[in-house]
Each structure stands twice: as structure tokens, then as C-alpha cells.
């Protein structure tokens, strides 16, 4: 293995910090490595020196066509050969990044997972003159169930990983609480992996909830209250709201205090999205209002506010938007906007991920009869489904060893699907339901919280803040003299409920302990469970 602070400072032109040093020479050294770490903590150098430092070819997996092109500049403008392979290149600019591969000349190929199921790239990669020495899996959360974006594309990960003849995985996410990243390291079957968390904490962030009048109707109320945050708040801004014509409102009403601003969601054509956007990094525009369709990937330093009109799904997503703010070290604002009734929302999208039964039944039905190479396309034409159900369901077969991913689009049967994966499919859809409840309580009960913020929001992570923070609205509402609460951290100590069973224990106090649950997933429960009986320490 190479010197890898050696390769940072001839490579990049500085030296690595500390757990990026830790990450890269895991994976320098070949071990398969699992890295958690915050926003802006510099995930692409990671691999880049990892990658030189094994020599031969390494293949990094990004998501957006957005992202790879910031990263093959990235590479390209320090005299690294790179290429970039995905369906936006005309066909002589894939036809020569294929031709590099195979000829050996490039160290890095970025590409997104759906091109792992093309015969021809995968073919250039597996059959160039380079070995392949390293797997880079970019936004790795993507990869798990738990996560609130999941992409199937990402299942055939371990598979390829396989038809290269096993090069070491780095798996990278600034986001993955303790079940997300066991869901990561398990689906990538990773072998005895190094797990590398950095603290999750921002220091440079305020936490701040506002409640709305609840005299007025719910949309002029978010709308009012948002508003009012956002004239006291710095910019550059991001606001999130929760539906596409949540955004438009927005937008429309921070026009008219003068703001240069724009909605950004996926209703928008794609062209517009992108003007959007590089307006945004040029400082042309205040404020972009957008769902959770903006943001992968945005490295706008400066980023002053993020303000939420609503509460996410998840503390997960929560945690990953704000992030977005103070990249550049400078005080950043985080401010949640709540109002009870919108809970209806993420409520609303939650539901909408379980997969019918009447549409389950008749995928299964499809693939019962099915044998060898499946076209989902044609399952979903034969079953009367459409053809994004198809694929979700599938993605659960999958997941349960009924079937074993192909092409893009494609399932492998080798043997007769059963009847039984219909109810399989189904008990799976319901636990899944439940977890993702669980979430959006939990992302309640931050908005509700008299604690600090910080210590809720960090437990949630697993990881142990001494409250008070001090730079968190309930902090400062609160008193200077008397106890201050101070969650302990469970230190991944098992506990057993007696009707939701094994859980990992994240956080305990005086007042509440906050437990994760195999089967139910987060819950917040009074000390009293240790005294009746209801839980007890493994």
C-alpha cells in the first residue's frame, strides 16, 4: 500500500484530517469499509486517494448525472484520468470512455448503478487491461430499506462486486443511523468491514422549532409563519416544504417581500431545474423552495439557512437537508417550521410506499409460471400493474431470495416463484409501514421537544451530547440555574420488550429512554418500563 498522506499532498495539495485519513487507509489496505460522515467532511478525496493508492481501476457509483460530472472535474482538473459513463453521453463520447476502460488508461470510472446492468460497460470493465481494485458506492443510504430514498438499481451491487472477482467495497453516506448502516454493510455483503462514524454533530448550526397559529388555516399558517422566519433569517436560504404546491405558494409569497427566488421540485422541467440550480451556485438567486428533490450532492459552501416548512419523514432526511447549511464553517441556521395537522403529509407519502395486495398478487402470479431471464416490462404488461410496481415488488423478491436481479430491467427465476412469497412480500410491505411510522413519530417528537434539540437530534444517531448545547431554541427559553438534561448514551447495550422485542437502546435519562426496535422501530418510552417488567437489559 502506498503512502496515502503522501498521495493527498501530491494528488490534492493538502494533507488529510483525521478520519479521513482513518477511511482511506482502510480501504488503501483493502478492507471492505463503511464510512458516516457529515456533510461536507470531503467523501470524494476519500476515494480518489484510496483509489491511486491501489492502483488499477476503481469504479465509483454516484446516483446523479450531476454528481458524476462534479466529480470527473474534480479528478480531471488534477491530471487524473477519469471517465464518466451514463445514457446523457452522445454515442462517440461513450464509445470512447468505453474504449479508455478497456485500453487501461483510466483509473476512475463514474457511473450510476443502472449501468452496472449494461453488458457492454460492465464487459469494458471486467475485460480491460486494469483490474478492477476498489468499489466506490457514493450516497450508499440508497442501498437500504430503512433509508427514505431507496433505489433498487442498488441491489445488483453485490452481485457485481462478485463478477469482478471481489474488490474491496467503500461504502460512503452523510447520513445512516445504527439500522441503515447494518442494512449497507449487509446488502454489500461486506467481509468483516472497518465502520467508520464521525461525529454527527454541526456546532456551527442553530437548532430552532416555530410553532404556527393554529387559529388559521394549516397552509396560510406554515406559509405566515415561514415567512416571518425567512425575514429574519440570513441568505443564501433553503426552504423545504413538503408538496410540490407547497413550494409554488412559497415561492409566490417570498416574491413579494423581494426576494429572488425559485420553486424547484420534480414538476419542474428538467432544463428549468438546471438553470435553477447553477443560478443558486452563482449567487444569482436568495432562495430556491424545494422538495427533497434538491439537495444530493449541493456543495454551495455558503449556505447561511435551511428552513423546513413542515417535518419531514424522517430525521434522517431532517439531518441531511440541514446539513446543507454552514458548509463553509460560518454560523448556519436550521429552523423547522411545525404545525400538527401537516403531519397528514408525511403520513400521507409514507402510506403510499406499500405496494397493494391486489398488485402483489398478481406480479407473483406472473412470476409462478415464469422461468430464466424475466423482462419486468412484460410481467407488468401481463399482470395489469404498472411497470414502477413491477419493480418494487420484484425489489422484494429479490431482497428474499425468490429471485436474483438481471439487466437494468430484468429478474433472473431459477426456480418456481411460490404462492408463499405473496404473503412474504406482503408481511415485509407491513413491517416496512411500521418502521417508516416510527420515523416520522420520532421526527414529531424532535418538533415537540423541550429538551435540547441537539442531544434529541444526535441520540436519534446513537451518539452521546451533553445538553445543553446552547446554540438551540430550547436552550435559550430555558432557565440558567438548575439540572440540565443530559441523555446517556446506551452504548449499543441490547434490550428486550416483552411484547416488540430485541432493540438497541440509543439514549436513557431521567425522563425518557429512546429505544430502536427490530420490529417496530424508534420508540420513546418512560423509565417505568425498567421497573414493571415491560423491558429488560439483554
Request: aromatic content about 4%.
Amino acid at each position: 500500500m502506498s503512502d496515502v498522506n503522501a498521495i493527498a499532498q501530491s494528488v490534492l495539495g493538502f494533507a488529510l484530517r483525521p478520519v479521513q485519513l482513518q477511511t482511506a487507509e482502510a480501504a488503501a489496505a483493502g478492507r471492505d469499509t463503511l464510512a458516516v460522515l457529515p456533510t461536507g467532511s470531503g467523501k470524494s478525496a476519500i476515494y480518489q486517494v484510496a483509489g491511486l493508492a491501489r492502483g488499477g481501476l476503481t469504479v465509483v457509483v454516484s446516483p446523479l448525472v450531476a454528481l458524476q460530472r462534479d466529480q470527473l472535474r474534480s479528478l480531471t482538473g488534477r491530471q487524473v484520468a477519469a471517465r464518466m459513463v451514463n445514457s446523457g453521453l452522445r454515442h462517440a463520447e461513450r464509445a470512447e470512455a468505453l474504449q479508455a476502460i478497456r485500453d487501461g488508461v483510466a483509473d476512475f470510472v463514474l457511473l450510476g448503478p443502472e449501468q452496472l446492468a449494461n453488458e457492454e460497460t460492465l464487459g469494458a470493465i471486467s475485460g480491460g487491461r486494469r483490474p478492477v481494485t476498489l468499489i466506490a458506492v457514493d450516497e450508499a443510504h440508497l442501498i437500504s430499506q430503512w433509508g427514505h430514498d431507496f433505489r433498487p438499481d442498488y441491489l445488483r451491487l453485490a452481485d457485481v462486486a462478485d463478477a469482478l472477482g471481489r474488490p474491496p467495497l467503500l461504502a460512503l453516506t452523510a447520513t445512516a443511523a445504527p439500522p441503515v448502516q447494518a442494512d449497507i454493510t449487509r446488502r454489500l455483503r461486506m467481509t468483516e468491514p472497518a465502520v467508520i462514524v464521525a461525529g454527527f454533530d454541526r456546532p456551527n448550526l442553530s437548532l430552532a422549532v416555530r410553532l404556527t397559529r393554529q387559529d388559521l388555516p394549516e397552509a396560510q399558517a406554515i406559509e405566515d409563519r415561514t415567512v416571518e422566519v425567512m425575514l429574519g433569517q440570513e441568505t443564501p436560504a433553503l426552504v423545504y416544504a413538503l408538496t410540490h404546491a407547497h413550494c409554488e405558494q412559497l415561492t409566490e409569497r417570498l416574491r413579494l417581500d423581494a426576494y429572488k427566488v425559485e420553486a424547484y421540485h420534480a414538476g419542474v422541467p428538467a432544463a428549468e431545474r438546471g438553470r435553477i440550480q447553477d443560478a443558486f451556485f452563482a449567487g444569482e438567486l436568495d432562495v430556491v423552495v424545494a422538495t427533497s428533490a434538491f439537495g444530493m450532492g449541493i456543495d454551495k459552501p455558503d449556505i447561511r439557512t435551511v428552513v423546513h416548512a413542515g417535518v419531514p419523514g424522517s430525521l434522517d432526511e431532517y439531518y441531511q437537508e440541514v446539513g446543507r447549511a454552514g458548509r463553509d464553517g460560518h454560523p448556519g441556521a436550521a429552523v423547522l417550521v411545525h404545525d400538527s395537522r401537516a403531519m397528514r403529509i408525511p403520513r400521507l407519502l409514507a402510506a403510499r410506499a406499500r405496494v397493494p395486495a391486489g398488485t402483489v398478487t398478481a406480479v407473483v402470479d406472473q412470476l409462478e409460471t415464469a422461468h430464466g431471464q424475466v423482462a419486468l416490462a412484460d410481467v407488468a404488461k401481463a399482470a395489469g400493474v404498472s411497470h414502477t410496481a413491477a419493480q418494487r415488488v420484484a425489489a422484494e423478491l429479490i431482497e428474499q431470495h425468490f429471485l436474483s436481479p438481471a439487466g437494468h430491467d430484468e429478474v433472473t427465476v431459477t426456480t418456481p416463484v411460490p404462492s408463499s412469497a405473496r404473503d412474504a412480500v406482503l408481511a415485509s410491505g407491513d413491517r416496512r409501514q411500521t418502521i417508516l411510522a416510527s420515523q416520522i413519530d420520532t421526527a414529531r417528537h424532535y418538533a415537540e421537544t423541550t429538551q435540547c434539540r441537539r442531544a434529541e437530534l444526535l441520540a436519534y444517531f446513537g451518539e452521546h451530547f451533553p445538553a445543553p448545547c446552547g446554540n438551540c431554541d430550547n436552550d435559550a427559553a430555558a432557565p440558567p440555574p438548575g439540572p440540565t438534561w443530559s441523555p446517556a448514551t446506551g452504548d449499543g447495550t441490547r434490550v428486550t420488550h416483552k411484547y416488540w422485542g430485541s432493540g438497541l437502546l440509543l439514549a436513557r435519562d431521567e425522563h425518557e429512554l429512546s429505544v430502536l426496535f427490530d420490529s417496530v422501530g424508534y420508540r420513546h418510552l418512560t423509565p417505568a418500563v425498567l421497573t414493571n417488567g415491560l423491558l429488560t437489559f439483554d
